[in-house]
């Protein structure tokens, strides 16, 4: 089945850049998804990528897909405290009922 | 649109005692999930609705669980009786068919204290 891995934690100091790996198992995946989720709060769409893509630019934000290595990774430039918070990585196919994969999260933590 | 409403916030409950959870999809959105976070377990899913049809329930952890959707606008998920394994905090999701890209959105959640 369908698999996504992501580590537990991160830690950077604001103004650092921090990148957020992934990597995920099913190569029919349509699109690859980050999700933001912040303390006592619900999962936030922050970015999507299309699987035909190799990467996606919104403003603070770079999304980088390997295909061929499954790896889809986060850039958040110039980090800053607001940006703690648990990431998800997620992979969906258009197929079936749009099923979505959720990885584990990987909780971000930004240092003063 | 509000987005996904789920209530209660907060639920602190006895074990053995019945709990209800809410959850209002965005309007037009015709798939509905239920999740469980739990720092040991993650992001679970439980249950998802199309079209208000229950179609996968493999998710539930055990009988004790059950999840309707009586109309498009609605949908509960009742744990009865409760346990203290099953506090947690409960999302409720919905999409639409055909707008894939958007992904999910997801309500607040319940968080659920069974002591």
């Known amino acids: 089945g369908e698999d996504v891995e992501q580590s537990l934690f991160l830690s950077v100091r604001e103004g650092d850049s921090s990148v957020i790996n992934c990597t995920y198992t099913?190569?029919?995946?349509?699109?690859l998804y980050w999700y933001k989720q912040e303390p006592g709060a619900g999962l936030q769409l922050l970015t999507y990528?299309?699987?035909?893509?190799d990467m996606k630019q919104d403003q603070r934000l770079t999304v980088l897909l390997n295909k061929k290595d499954k790896h889809l990774s986060l850039r958040i430039a110039d980090t800053q405290t607001g940006d703690s918070a648990i990431y998800f990585c997620?992979?969906?196919?258009?197929?079936?009922?749009?099923?979505?994969?959720f990885g584990t999260g990987t909780k971000l933590q930004v240092i003063p | 649109d509000a987005g996904v409403i789920q209530s209660p916030r907060h639920e602190v409950t006895e074990m053995g005692q019945e709990v209800t959870l809410r959850c209002k999809p965005i309007?037009?959105?015709?798939?509905l999930f239920w999740y469980r976070q739990t720092m040991m377990r993650g992001l679970e899913l439980l249950i998802y609705f199309n079209n208000n049809v229950p179609i996968d329930d493999s998710g539930m952890p055990e009988d004790r669980f059950s999840a309707k959707m009586p109309n498009a606008s609605f949908s509960t998920l009742k744990i009865q009786p409760s346990e203290p394994r099953d506090s947690a905090v409960y999302f409720c999701a919905s999409s639409l068919t055909g707008l894939v890209n958007y992904g999910y959105t997801f309500g607040s959640g319940t968080r659920l204290t069974v002591v």
């Open positions: 099913d190569s029919s995946s349509t699109y």
């Open positions: 997620a992979e969906g196919d258009s197929g079936g009922y749009q099923k979505v994969t």
């Open positions: 990528i299309f699987s035909n893509m």
């Open positions: 309007s037009g959105h015709d798939y």
